[in-house]
């Protein structure tokens, strides 16, 4: 007997019980009609609950969450639902039957501290733009890229607030239409073999860049890339930034060397061939160390990811370490040497007196202080 793919089904994840069209459960693509939800991201919602609890916990002004592109509500419900803290959540879509899936939702979890509003994204955010009225969380979950939408996100979240955006043009920020990265995220990325933290970062200096025309600062907490999103999370102070952030990543195609510099050159430091430049771009923090080893914390609080602990406790081995790493395979294919194991690696740069991690934005990644050079030759011996 086929199943109708608009059918509503209930599912549950983590504690929340969250009704979807039948179809996104068994189709490849979810379909949008009559509402999208993709099971793929639950692991993207885990962080982002574990991150908002995070957040809230040492947060003195009212706990209130807006998801302006909430689709049938999943992140917003769970919200609500799972961190018992919230005060008020209201989930926008335009999509109407998307809103009333969630109203469904809602009452299905018995939720008295949630509401809904269907309106354009942007239209919806300048409702809660004033003093008083804006969210100390504020959620901004596109098809595609974030940068539409992000002045009136930004002037939505309350001083001291968290704004979390995701992006899923993976093809623009990878590198294969440099014009329209331009002109989306104002800088263009390098083809790297840590092509997600270009990407990352390319968002976060395009979020800092829109935060600078309007007196505001940003300051990156935490920054999550899995499959096919990726999703920063920035603490929001409306102050002019005493700091500035924003500069390129120079990288050599020829002997691999990479640098994150606040001024351009145009050639490499260690070989002299020309350099390629990625940027402008966030060249400060990705991870907050206090706010990472806070959402540890609260993960016994939750049902989430046993993926969630591991990729933490990674991202807080390399809080303070330097931007850009270095992959297995680019030693050894450089060396012409079977790859080494990751922890031997590790081991050898600290022995040898660098500083030295794993990274949580690739499983065979490395941080270093240490240059591509010195590596080579402490690998060669
Ligand atoms: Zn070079």
């Known amino acids: 007997m ?16 969250i009704l979807v069209p039948c179809g996104s459960m068994d189709e490849k693509v979810p379909p949008r009609d009559p509402a999208f939800f993709n099971p793929m991201a639950k692991l993207n919602r885990d962080f982002s609950i574990i991150a908002y609890s995070a957040f809230w916990k040492n947060f003195q002004g009212p706990k209130i969450f807006l998801d302006g592109l909430s689709g049938l509500g999943a992140r917003g419900l769970r919200v609500a639902n799972e961190i018992k803290k919230t005060d008020k ?16 939702s809602a009452a299905i979890n018995n939720l008295q501290n ?7 994204v942007c239209k919806f955010f300048n409702a809660y733009s004033t003093k008083n009225e804006r969210g100390s969380i504020i959620d901004l979950d596109p098809f595609g890229s974030p940068t539409k939408y992000l002045d009136c996100a930004i002037r939505a979240t309350m ?91 120079l990288h050599c195609k020829l002997c691999g060397h990479r640098s994150i510099e606040k001024n351009q050159s145009f ?48 991202c807080l081995l390399e809080s303070d370490m330097p931007g850009t790493y270095f992959t297995l395979d680019e030693i050894a294919s450089k060396m012409k040497v079977a790859p080494i194991g990751l922890e031997k690696i590790i081991k050898k740069l600290e022995m040898a007196g660098f500083l030295a991690s794993q990274t949580s934005l690739n499983p ?14 402490l690998f060669a011996n």
């Not at 959540?89 to 469904?104: F, G, Q, R, W, Y």
């Not at 993960?299 to 046993?306: F, Q, R």
Request: contains cysteine.
């Open 89 to 104: 959540v209201i989930c926008n879509d335009v999509n109407p039957s998307a809103i009333k899936l969630c109203e469904k």
């Open 159 to 249: 001083h001291g607030g968290l704004l979390s955006a995701t992006a899923t043009d993976l093809q623009v920020l990878h590198g294969l239409f440099n014009m329209a990265c331009k002109r989306r995220y104002s800088g263009v990325p390098v083809k790297t073999k840590y092509a997600n933290e270009i990407a990352l970062r390319l968002i976060l200096g395009c979020i800092c860049l829109v935060a600078y025309r309007l007196d505001i600062q940003i300051v990156p907490l935490f920054v999550d890339n899995a499959m096919h999103y990726y999703r920063t999370y920035v603490k929001i102070l409306n102050r002019p930034a005493q700091e500035d952030n924003i500069g390129y990543i």
């Open 364 to 377: 065979t990644g490395f941080r270093t202080n240490c240059k591509i050079n010195q590596i080579c030759e």
């Open 267 to 314: 050639s490499c430091e260690l070989c002299n061939s020309k350099i390629d430049i990625a940027g402008p771009l966030w060249i400060g923090k990705l991870f907050d160390k206090e706010f990472v080893k806070t959402m540890l914390e609260e993960i016994p609080n939750y049902t989430v990811s046993n993926r969630c602990e591991k990729t933490l406790q990674k």
């Open 2 to 17: 086929q199943t109708n793919v608009k059918e509503i089904i209930e599912i549950t994840e983590g504690a929340t019980k």
């Open 114 to 120: 949630f509401q809904t509003s269907e309106n354009e």
